[in-house]
Protein backbone atom coordinates (compact mmCIF):
# COMPACT_ATOMS: atom_id res chain seq x y z
CA UNK A 1 0.00 0.00 0.00
CA UNK A 2 1.58 3.26 -1.00
CA UNK A 3 -0.03 6.77 -0.68
CA UNK A 4 1.95 9.84 -1.90
CA UNK A 5 0.73 13.44 -1.01
CA UNK A 6 1.45 15.96 -3.22
CA UNK A 7 0.31 19.50 -4.28
CA UNK A 8 1.66 21.90 -1.10
CA UNK A 9 2.98 25.08 -1.25
CA UNK A 10 3.25 28.68 -0.09
CA UNK A 11 0.16 31.11 -0.77
CA UNK A 12 -0.98 34.17 0.68
CA UNK A 13 -3.91 34.49 2.32
CA UNK A 14 -7.08 34.25 0.38
CA UNK A 15 -5.03 31.96 -2.19
CA UNK A 16 -5.95 28.06 -3.49
CA UNK A 17 -3.80 24.93 -3.54
CA UNK A 18 -5.31 22.06 -4.35
CA UNK A 19 -3.64 18.71 -2.78
CA UNK A 20 -3.51 15.03 -4.55
CA UNK A 21 -3.20 11.91 -2.83
CA UNK A 22 -1.83 9.38 -5.35
CA UNK A 23 -2.55 5.45 -4.51
CA UNK A 24 -0.94 1.98 -5.39
CA UNK A 25 -0.83 -1.46 -4.20
CA UNK A 26 -4.64 -1.99 -3.07
CA UNK A 27 -7.93 -1.65 -4.08
CA UNK A 28 -8.33 2.12 -3.94
CA UNK A 29 -12.20 1.82 -4.87
CA UNK A 30 -13.16 -0.14 -1.91
CA UNK A 31 -11.47 2.40 0.57
CA UNK A 32 -12.81 5.31 2.35
CA UNK A 33 -9.92 7.94 2.45
CA UNK A 34 -9.00 10.61 4.79
CA UNK A 35 -7.04 14.24 4.74
CA UNK A 36 -5.41 14.90 8.21
CA UNK A 37 -3.60 17.89 9.32
CA UNK A 38 -1.01 19.09 11.87
CA UNK A 39 0.22 22.03 12.78
CA UNK A 40 3.12 23.04 14.76
CA UNK A 41 2.62 22.65 19.04
CA UNK A 42 -0.53 21.14 17.59
CA UNK A 43 -2.60 17.52 17.63
CA UNK A 44 -3.25 15.93 14.43
CA UNK A 45 -6.99 16.71 13.18
CA UNK A 46 -8.88 14.91 10.35
CA UNK A 47 -9.96 17.89 8.01
CA UNK A 48 -11.63 16.03 5.42
CA UNK A 49 -12.77 12.39 4.46
CA UNK A 50 -14.37 10.75 1.74
CA UNK A 51 -16.44 7.30 1.23
CA UNK A 52 -15.95 4.41 -1.03
CA UNK A 53 -18.55 4.89 -2.53
CA UNK A 54 -18.06 8.88 -2.71
CA UNK A 55 -21.12 10.03 -0.80
CA UNK A 56 -21.49 11.84 2.16
CA UNK A 57 -18.20 13.52 2.58
CA UNK A 58 -16.79 15.42 5.98
CA UNK A 59 -15.31 18.31 6.53
CA UNK A 60 -14.16 19.69 9.72
CA UNK A 61 -16.05 23.06 10.20
CA UNK A 62 -13.34 25.45 9.88
CA UNK A 63 -12.87 24.15 6.48
CA UNK A 64 -16.21 23.89 5.52
CA UNK A 65 -17.45 26.13 2.63
CA UNK A 66 -14.01 26.17 1.16
CA UNK A 67 -12.71 23.24 0.88
CA UNK A 68 -13.69 20.04 -1.27
CA UNK A 69 -12.66 16.51 -1.02
CA UNK A 70 -13.42 14.62 -4.51
CA UNK A 71 -11.99 11.07 -5.47
CA UNK A 72 -11.21 9.95 -9.07
CA UNK A 73 -11.65 6.10 -9.02
CA UNK A 74 -9.83 5.71 -12.61
CA UNK A 75 -6.43 6.73 -11.67
CA UNK A 76 -6.97 5.85 -7.87
CA UNK A 77 -6.36 9.64 -6.43
CA UNK A 78 -8.18 11.67 -3.64
CA UNK A 79 -8.14 15.47 -4.24
CA UNK A 80 -8.29 18.65 -1.19
CA UNK A 81 -8.96 21.65 -3.02
CA UNK A 82 -8.34 24.57 -0.83
CA UNK A 83 -10.11 28.20 -1.57
CA UNK A 84 -10.18 30.78 0.92
CA UNK A 85 -6.76 30.08 2.76
CA UNK A 86 -5.60 31.60 5.76
CA UNK A 87 -2.90 31.29 8.03
CA UNK A 88 -4.56 28.82 10.51
CA UNK A 89 -5.13 26.53 7.38
CA UNK A 90 -0.73 25.89 8.21
CA UNK A 91 0.14 22.79 8.34
CA UNK A 92 1.57 19.36 7.08
CA UNK A 93 -1.53 17.81 5.32
CA UNK A 94 -1.72 14.33 5.26
CA UNK A 95 -3.82 11.72 3.19
CA UNK A 96 -4.20 8.01 4.78
CA UNK A 97 -6.36 4.83 4.65
CA UNK A 98 -6.85 1.42 6.65
CA UNK A 99 -8.97 -1.47 5.85
CA UNK A 100 -10.99 -0.72 8.70
CA UNK A 101 -10.96 3.04 8.08
CA UNK A 102 -14.60 4.64 8.17
CA UNK A 103 -15.60 8.22 7.00
CA UNK A 104 -18.03 9.37 9.57
CA UNK A 105 -16.18 12.21 11.34
CA UNK A 106 -13.19 13.84 12.92
CA UNK A 107 -12.48 10.50 15.02
CA UNK A 108 -8.32 9.51 14.84
CA UNK A 109 -8.39 6.34 14.43
CA UNK A 110 -5.10 4.51 14.08
CA UNK A 111 -4.65 4.14 10.80
CA UNK A 112 -1.47 2.28 9.23
CA UNK A 113 -1.11 4.12 5.73
CA UNK A 114 -0.17 7.24 5.49
CA UNK A 115 0.81 9.34 3.16
CA UNK A 116 4.41 10.87 3.38
CA UNK A 117 3.37 14.69 4.24
CA UNK A 118 3.07 17.38 2.24
CA UNK A 119 3.66 21.44 3.61
CA UNK A 120 0.93 24.13 3.30
CA UNK A 121 1.89 27.59 4.56
CA UNK A 122 -0.38 30.74 4.25
CA UNK A 123 1.16 34.05 4.72
CA UNK A 124 -1.70 36.84 6.15
Known amino acids: VQLQASGGGFVQAGGSLRLSCAAS????????IGWFRQAPGKERETVSCVSADDEDPYYTDSVKGRFTISRDNAINTVYLQMNSLSPEDTAVYYC??????????????????WGQGTQVTVSS
Open 96 to 113: ATDTFYYCSGPELYDLNY
Open 25 to 32: GFAFERFD
